[in-house]
Every structure is written in structure tokens, then in C-alpha cells.
């Protein structure tokens, strides 16, 4: 792409009229008085009267926790959504059913909540499949409501025809997708139904269950009212036998502890951990802040994003083996770098035994299936006062090298990250997110966080799309700022700008826009490929957001970047900052995502003679 002409910014004019609310160019929803909901036919108080299997299944969900359901509203699931008319579960009406799932996950994240998604037949249920699909490999808390097509309607061409007939059998029961479901053939179903759920939701890992309610069964009779289950599950602790075989195996010599997602709601004890035997630690990219990246004994991210240190760490220090926490040690966390593996391999702690021995094949692994708050707080426990205790590393994670702001465009992705770290990661209590693509390398690689939590980005599944709409349901299920990094792929993608100006979600998408799709670009190039349709007309995304209500600044130049990030933090409703990104800077993983793609090839072809693809 050529270089780009600088052109005048638009963000002085954005500033002003942030700074005057009478202008009417800049009318939004924070401006404006709540708009009064219409009395629907069917979401009268005629529905609330009647006990309905769609209404308690409303109500038994309530006392569940659920607080939030986020839906597409159709002809299918009417009476679903009427039922939670006059419930303390808020229903926040998306524009895509992506959209809405990816969105429910994302809430369920920041709040520990289960969160609903409500989509209707055909379409509306295959539409939100991707963003389940998200849900169930990230580990989410959602409960996916469903209409279908009620049996004496089925093949006979009903609209949107919905049942087992005219979809995948696997969309109805336990499996891949789903950790359970179940297609409803009467209200008599719920009390099991809402057992299994009560108790599902107690899983660490996760759940994400599907509901399929024809239309007839929504407005049967329900059973009995106030069903819900009181169900406990106990947490046990891991066998003493297997703590105090870790103990012995990591009193031998040196190690180094690896964090994944999974050990998230584990840092105090992975602090104290490091105190009392001075190992260090590095982090997958989703669990950064999980132990604090400033720490001296903090070593780097795994994987996409990935710092030279962890390596270095490995190969200098000598570590015999790695204590590893809550991660499969997949190819985002670790991109299977042969350089990571110890001679004595790993101590794996997980949920399911099928996480361990998965990443690097013929390495050494003892697998100890437990929670990992639980399995650290027994070892620390039984861990004796004299246990040996590491000299200093001396191999720490340097802080992001400074870049001075330039006055000139385009905006150079190390500048653009250098003060999302100073506005919204120091300056704030805001949740960033890292969209797929070269947004969440960039994030991995340069951003701090001091603790979990504040940081999210996807693993293995990677959907573009994903935080785009996620963003909203997090800042609405906190009614607190939420910030995503994306790329303009992705925001022209599946976006719900739209849905936060409706509900004044405090979200901000700030747009590294290049006109082009530039992960896949320079990942081509890296391969030797010539770019095959990577770019795009340019969009302006400010003027976009605006369009819908939303405050849309322009960021052309490095220096108006605080500015319109701290305009961005200030604001009370949704904000889009679309920033013109340089084209010549290759983020970070480049050079080992295409040695990862070049090793698994060759894995699957031994005996393939001839140069590297």
C-alpha cells in the first residue's frame, strides 16, 4: 500500500462538540430521556398471570442467577421472551445473533454470571452458533433458549422448519458443541431440565446448554411452580499422594511455573507460590495478569505474542521442568516451540485429564487433575518450611521499549499501544480486549497488567468478531468501561455499536485501520505467498459511529492519540476512535507462526523430501 497523504484530523472538531452537548450534531442516547418500552401484544400482564412453561422457565433462571439475557427477538421464541416480562433478568434486543452470543459470553466473564441468549428458529439458532462455539472453548457460563418447530408442524414446510429433521441431531444433544441440550416434547421436561442446568453451572470449566422449546411447549402449563433444585457440588481437594509427589519432583532442581487461563482465580496462591521458592513464571496470553508482568520475577507471555525471555529462560536458568497451571499448552499459548521444553518436561495441573501430553508430543508429563486453586492451596500447604528455594534468575521481562509520539502520520502500532497502557491499563479499572488479528499480537506482546481479569483475548477458536460484540455485553453486565483493540476487518465484520447507543453501554472500540486485513497480509508475505484480496476500500469508522448516535473520533497523528483516548475514558456512552495505523510494522509472531505452521507440516509429512512450503 502506498504511503499514506496527511490529511487534516478530524479529532479538534470531535473534541469541541464532546465539549458542547447543545450541539445537535452530537445528540446521543446519554442526551436524550429513556425511551418508554410499548405495550406489545402477548407482553401483557395476561402472560404473567398464567403459568406457562415459558414463564417459569423465566423465573427458575432468575433464581439462578441469571441477570441479563441477550436476544434476537422472532415469531419463534415470543412467548420465550415475553415470559421474563415483570423478572429481574434484563432483555437487551441485538442485531445479530452472533452478535448476542459472543456478547453473553463476554458478560458472563466479567460478572461470574450465567447469562442467557434467546434466538429464534432456523436462522436465528444457526446464526449464534459461532459465538457459542467461542463460548464452549473459552470456558463461558451461557444458556442458549431456542425455539423449534412444534411436531405436528414438522415436514410440512413450516417457516424456518426447526427439529431434528431439518438440523444437525448434535445442535439437540450433549456433545462437542454443548456440554447438554435438550429438544423439548413438553412442559413435564423442565424440572429434569432445569436440574441438570442447576447443577451444570457449578462446573469451573464452564457449561453451555441448549433449551429448544417448540412453540407449543413455550405456552403449556409448566409442572409445578418454583422447581429449581438446591444443588451443591463439593470441590474436592487432589489426592495427597499426588501433592506431595509434585513436592518431590519439583524439590529436585530448578523450574519454572506457566500459567494459563485456568489458574485466572489462582494468583494470590501463585504469588505466594513465588515467594516461598523464588521460581518465575510466565503466562499464555489469556492469562495475563494472572501474575503480575512487572513483577522481577516475571518472565514473559507464551505463544501469540510471544517474548524472547521465555526461551532464554528455558536455555539459561537450565529449568529440569515447568509446573504448568490451567492451559493445554495449545498453539496460541505455545505455539509448540520446541525451545520451551525442559529435559524432565512437565507437571501439569488441569481439570480433565485429556489436557495433558497433547502440545509436545514424547515430553515427559505427570498430569494431576484438579482445580487449580484447590491443588495450590494443598501444596502449599503440605509445602515443608525447608523447601528448597531457587537462586535469582536474573531473567526478567523488560518493560515495553518507549516511542517518542510523532507529529506526522500514520500512527505506528508501538505508539498506539504505548498509551492504551498509559490511559486505559494504568489510568483505569477498564477491561481490555484484543480482537483476532494483528490487535491481539500487538496486545499480547506490549501490554502490562498488574492482576487478572482486566485482560481478554480469544485461544484456539479465534473468531473475528468475537470482542467486537463482546465488548458491549461486558460493559453492559458491569456498567463499566470496556475497551477492544480491533482491527478494521473485524469492525466491518460483526459489530454492535448500534445495541450499545441503545442501552448506553460505556464501550470503546478503538480501530487500528489500515484498509486491509494485515495479520493475513503480512502472514502471506512471511510465507512467501503474494497477497491474495487483503485490502479494502477504507471505511471512516468515526463518522460510521456517529451515523448511529455513538461519539466517532478520527486519530491521524500519534500525538492526538491521549486526547482522544482520555475523551474515550470520560465519555458515559459508547465511543469509537478510528485510528489510521501505519502499514510497515510486522507484529511480533509472525516469524514463529509461520516456523509453527512450517514444523506441523512437516509432523505430518516425515518422509516429504524438497524445501520447506
Known amino acids: 500500500m502506498?504511503?499514506?497523504?496527511?490529511?487534516?484530523?478530524?479529532?479538534?472538531?470531535?473534541?469541541?462538540?464532546?465539549?458542547?452537548?447543545?450541539?445537535?450534531?452530537?445528540?446521543?442516547?446519554?442526551?436524550q430521556d429513556a425511551v418508554e418500552p410499548r405495550e406489545i401484544a402477548g407482553w401483557g400482564a395476561a402472560i404473567h398471570e398464567t403459568n406457562t412453561c415459558a414463564r417459569t422457565l423465566a423465573r427458575s433462571l432468575e433464581q439462578l442467577g441469571v441477570r441479563e439475557a441477550f436476544v434476537v427477538v422472532g415469531g419463534g421464541i415470543a412467548h420465550l421472551a415475553a415470559?421474563?416480562?415483570?423478572?429481574?433478568?434484563?432483555?437487551?434486543?441485538?442485531?445479530?445473533?452472533?452478535g448476542a452470543a459472543f456478547a453473553a459470553h463476554e458478560a458472563s466473564v466479567a460478572t461470574g454470571r450465567p447469562v442467557v441468549v434467546c434466538v429464534t428458529t432456523g436462522p436465528g439458532l444457526y446464526n449464534a452458533l459461532t459465538g457459542l462455539a467461542a463460548a464452549r472453548a473459552d470456558g463461558g457460563h451461557v444458556l442458549v433458549l431456542s425455539g423449534a418447530t412444534a411436531p405436528a408442524l414438522r415436514g410440512r414446510g413450516a417457516v424456518q422448519e426447526t427439529g431434528p429433521d431439518t438440523l444437525p441431531t448434535e445442535l439437540f444433544v450433549a456433545g462437542p458443541l454443548f456440554h447438554w441440550a435438550r429438544l423439548f416434547a413438553s412442559a413435564a421436561e423442565l424440572p429434569t431440565a432445569l436440574t441438570q442446568i442447576a447443577t451444570g453451572l457449578q462446573r469451573p470449566g464452564g457449561f453451555l446448554a441448549h433449551l429448544a422449546l417448540p412453540t407449543n411447549v413455550q405456552c403449556e402449563p409448566a409442572p409445578v411452580e418454583g422447581i429449581v433444585p438446591r444443588v451443591e457440588v463439593a470441590n474436592a481437594a487432589p489426592w495427597v499422594d499426588a501433592v506431595d509427589t509434585v513436592l518431590s519432583l519439583l524439590g529436585q532442581g530448578r523450574w519454572g511455573l506457566w500459567a494459563g487461563y485456568g489458574a485466572t482465580r489462582a494468583s494470590t496462591e501463585i504469588a505466594e507460590l513465588v515467594r516461598r521458592t523464588g521460581c518465575g513464571v510466565v503466562c499464555t496470553p489469556r492469562a495475563?495478569?494472572?501474575f503480575s508482568e512487572r513483577d522481577p520475577h516475571f518472565v514473559g507471555v507464551s505463544g501469540a505474542g510471544a517474548h524472547e525471555t521465555v526461551e532464554r529462560?528455558?536455555?539459561?536458568?537450565?529449568?529440569?521442568?515447568?509446573?504448568?497451571?490451567g492451559t493445554r499448552l495449545g498453539e496460541v499459548s505455545s505455539f509448540f516451540a520446541p525451545g520451551l521444553v525442559p529435559p524432565e518436561g512437565f507437571v501439569q495441573v488441569d481439570l480433565t485429564a485429556d489436557a495433558f501430553g497433547t502440545a509436545f508430543l514424547g515430553a515427559p508429563v505427570v498430569g494431576v487433575v484438579s482445580e487449580?486453586?484447590?491443588?495450590?492451596?494443598?501444596?502449599?500447604?503440605?509445602?515443608?518450611?525447608?523447601?528448597?528455594?531457587?537462586?535469582?534468575?536474573?531473567?526478567?521481562?523488560?518493560?515495553?521499549?518507549?516511542?517518542?509520539?510523532?507529529?506526522?502520520?500514520?500512527?505506528?502500532?508501538?505508539?498506539?499501544?504505548?498509551?492504551?497502557?498509559?490511559?486505559?491499563?494504568?489510568?483505569?479499572?477498564?477491561?481490555?480486549?484484543?480482537?483476532?488479528?494483528?490487535?491481539?499480537?500487538?496486545?499480547?506482546?506490549?501490554?502490562?497488567?498488574?492482576?487478572?481479569?482486566?485482560?481478554?483475548t480469544s485461544a484456539a477458536f479465534g473468531s473475528m468478531g468475537h470482542f467486537v460484540t463482546g465488548v458491549v455485553g461486558a460493559a453492559i453486565a458491569r456498567n463499566a468501561k470496556a475497551v477492544v483493540l480491533t482491527g478494521d476487518g473485524a469492525m466491518l465484520m460483526n459489530n454492535e455499536v448500534n445495541t450499545a447507543v441503545q442501552y448506553r453501554a460505556p464501550a470503546v472500540w478503538i480501530v487500528l485501520n489500515d484498509a486491509r486485513f494485515g495479520l493475513t497480509e503480512d502472514g502471506l508475505e512471511a510465507l512467501g505467498i503474494a497477497p491474495i484480496e487483503t485490502q479494502m476500500p477504507r471505511t471512516?469508522?468515526?463518522?460510521?459511529?456517529?451515523?448511529?448516535?455513538?461519539?466517532?473520533?478520527?486519530?491521524?497523528?500519534?500525538?492526538?492519540?491521549?486526547?482522544?483516548?482520555?475523551?474515550?475514558?470520560?465519555?458515559?456512552?459508547?465511543?469509537?476512535?478510528?485510528?489510521h495505523i501505519?502499514?510497515?510494522?510486522?507484529?511480533?509472531?509472525?516469524?514463529?507462526?509461520?516456523?509453527?505452521?512450517?514444523?506441523?507440516?512437516k509432523q505430518a509429512t516425515p518422509n516429504a523430501k524438497g524445501g520447506d512450503a
Open 288 to 290: 495475563k495478569g494472572v
Open 582 to 601: 501505519a502499514c510497515d510494522e510486522v507484529v511480533p509472531l509472525l516469524a514463529q507462526r509461520v516456523a509453527s505452521i512450517r514444523g506441523v507440516a
Open 372 to 456: 487449580v486453586g484447590r491443588f495450590l492451596e494443598s501444596l502449599l500447604d503440605r509445602m515443608p518450611e525447608d523447601f528448597r528455594r531457587q537462586s535469582p534468575h536474573g531473567i526478567s521481562l523488560p518493560p515495553a521499549p518507549s516511542v517518542e509520539l510523532r507529529d506526522a502520520g500514520p500512527v505506528r502500532a508501538r505508539a498506539l499501544f504505548q498509551e492504551v497502557q498509559r490511559v486505559f491499563v494504568d489510568g483505569s479499572d477498564a477491561t481490555v480486549m484484543a480482537e483476532s488479528g494483528n490487535s491481539f499480537a500487538w496486545a499480547n506482546h506490549l501490554l502490562r497488567f498488574d492482576r487478572p481479569g482486566r485482560y481478554r
Open 83 to 98: 415470559g421474563f416480562q415483570g423478572t429481574n433478568v434484563r432483555l437487551r434486543h441485538f442485531r445479530h445473533e452472533a
Open 540 to 579: 471512516d469508522f468515526a463518522r460510521f459511529a456517529e451515523s448511529q448516535g455513538a461519539l466517532g473520533v478520527s486519530v491521524r497523528r500519534e500525538r492526538e492519540l491521549g486526547p482522544a483516548f482520555a475523551l474515550a475514558l470520560s465519555h458515559r456512552g459508547p465511543v469509537v476512535v478510528d485510528v
Open 2 to 31: 502506498g504511503k499514506e497523504a496527511d490529511s487534516p484530523s478530524v479529532l479538534p472538531s470531535a473534541l469541541e462538540r464532546a465539549a458542547n452537548p447543545c450541539d445537535p450534531q452530537h445528540e446521543t442516547l446519554d442526551d
Open 313 to 325: 529462560y528455558v536455555r539459561e536458568f537450565a529449568i529440569r521442568r515447568w509446573l504448568v497451571l
